[in-house]
């Protein structure tokens, strides 16, 4: 499986846009790149996900290189409930089966000051 | 409100204890999975089903086991086999539909070995 590597931990200013970064340089073609948040003892919550092409949803931004060898999840205007960790993952093929597992890492933790 | 609800919160077990954690999702999803989340690590995959009386092992199977009797419900029994059971326990699910909203996490049952 291709790995990801993100920095450990972050900090954001409040209503701030915060640019959370992940190195995939072994990605293959067809794998898509996902991310996801998790919340202290909470489950990881899904954020956005892409192949190619940027991807807007109302939750955040996903910029990826045009080299695919790097992407970048952008949240607009950081609030306090945005502090959690944030996993980038890469997995073989779309959705749709349970043979596309994801493979978590430890993710970047963000912290958000008012 | 459809989701996953894992139960239950918190569990405390001897050592030698079998014990089982229940997820139950109305999401109509078929596949469905079980994590175990270390602290300070990314989330483990330790089984998957994909489809009602199937299921396969994950990484992390050993000491585990698990049935899919019915399509909503996917309990994960912690044997006394396994020889370091306390984690986060997280269930999750997907349907056809990942394309657009990618997995469901339930809020997770963090079990102690006492």
């Known amino acids: 499986d291709a790995k990801t590597t993100q920095p450990n931990s972050m900090e954001s200013n409040e209503e701030e846009p915060v640019h959370l970064p992940c190195n995939h340089s072994?990605?293959?073609?067809?794998?898509?790149i996902h991310w996801y948040r998790q919340l202290p003892s909470q489950g990881p919550e899904y954020v956005i996900h892409?192949?190619?092409s940027n991807v807007n949803n109302r939750m955040a931004s996903l910029a990826i290189a045009e080299d695919r060898k790097s992407s970048t999840l952008i949240l607009h205007r950081a609030t306090l409930r945005d502090a959690a960790v944030y996993y980038c993952?890469?997995?073989?093929?779309?959705?749709?089966?349970?043979?596309?597992?994801?493979?978590f890492g430890t993710g970047t933790l963000l912290a958000v000051q008012p | 409100d459809g989701g996953i609800t894992q139960s239950p919160k918190y569990l405390f077990r001897k050592e030698g204890q079998n014990v089982t954690l229940s997820c139950e999702q109305n999401?109509?999803?078929?596949?469905m999975y079980w994590y175990r989340q270390d602290p300070g690590q990314g989330l483990r995959l330790i089984y998957y089903?994909?489809?009602?009386?199937?299921?396969q092992k994950g990484d992390i199977a050993e000491g585990y086991s698990v049935s899919r009797e019915k399509k909503e419900s996917f309990p994960l029994t912690v044997t006394s086999a396994q020889k370091n059971p306390t984690a986060f326990y997280l269930c999750?699910?997907?349907?056809?539909?990942?394309?657009?909203?990618?997995?469901?996490f339930g809020s997770g049952t963090r079990l102690t070995v006492v």
């Open positions: 993952i890469l997995s073989g093929g779309n959705y749709g089966g349970a043979t596309n597992k994801l493979i």
């Open positions: 892409g192949l190619t």
């Open positions: 089903s994909q489809i009602v009386n199937d299921f």
């Open positions: 999401l109509n999803h078929d596949a």
């Open positions: 999750a699910s997907i349907g056809a539909e990942g394309l657009d909203y990618g997995y469901t």
């Open positions: 072994t990605i293959s073609g067809t794998d898509y």
